[in-house]
C-alpha cells in the first residue's frame, strides 16, 4: 500500500477524526464515574474500545484509585485532572504496563504542570496518529529535551500499535 493509497485508506476508516479533548475542553463541572466512563468512551472507543475489551471501566477507575495511578475522587466525583490522566491512562495501557504509566506520570508531573503536561499528551498524539496513518515522518530529533523525547517515545509507540490493529482488523 503506497502513500497516498495509505491516506486514502484511513481515512475512510475515519482515523483521520483521531481527537483528544484538550484540558480547556474538558468538562468544567465535577463528574461521577457512570459519567466519566461515558466521556471518555466517546471520544476513545472508535479507536481502541470495544464490547469484549473496553477502553474504561468504573471498576478500572477504581483500581487505579487503589493502586495511587490517580488521587481519589472527592465525594464519588471527578475533576478535570483525574479526566485527563484517564486518557493518558486509558491511550498508554495499549502500550504499557499500569506501573510503566504511573512511572511516566510521575516523572512528567516532577517536570511539567499537569495542564501543560496534558496538553502536550494530546497535541503529541494526535501528530504521531496522524502522521503514522498518513504514511508521514514523525520525527523525534536529538536536539529536544529529554522529556519531549521520551513524550513523543510512548505517543509514537501508541499509534504504531493502532495502525498495525487497524490494518489487521481490515484484513
Not at 470495544?50 to 495511587?68: L, R
Request: net charge positive; hydrophobic share 35%; with cysteine.
Amino acid at each position: 500500500m503506497g502513500k497516498t493509497d495509505n491516506k486514502k485508506y484511513f481515512k475512510e476508516k475515519k482515523i483521520t477524526n483521531f481527537h483528544i479533548p484538550r484540558w480547556n475542553e474538558l468538562p468544567n463541572i465535577d463528574i461521577y464515574s457512570d459519567q466519566l466512563v461515558t466521556y471518555i468512551e466517546k471520544y476513545l472507543n472508535p479507536y481502541i474500545g470495544s464490547s469484549e475489551n473496553p477502553v474504561i471501566t468504573k471498576t478500572m477507575i477504581n483500581n487505579y484509585v487503589k493502586q495511587q495511578v490517580i488521587h481519589a475522587p472527592v465525594k464519588k466525583k471527578y475533576r478535570k485532572d483525574h479526566i485527563a490522566l484517564l486518557f493518558v491512562i486509558c491511550t498508554l495501557k495499549q502500550v504499557y504496563s499500569i506501573n510503566d504509566i504511573s512511572n511516566l506520570i510521575s516523572f512528567a508531573g516532577n517536570t511539567t504542570k499537569l495542564i501543560s503536561a496534558y496538553d502536550q499528551f494530546a497535541c503529541e498524539l494526535e501528530n504521531a496518529v496522524m502522521a503514522v496513518f498518513n504514511g508521514d515522518n514523525y520525527e523525534i530529533s536529538t536536539n529536544i529535551s529529554i522529556e519531549h523525547k521520551l513524550l513523543k517515545s510512548v505517543v509514537l509507540s501508541f499509534a504504531n500499535k493502532l495502525y498495525v490493529e487497524k490494518f489487521l482488523s481490515e484484513k
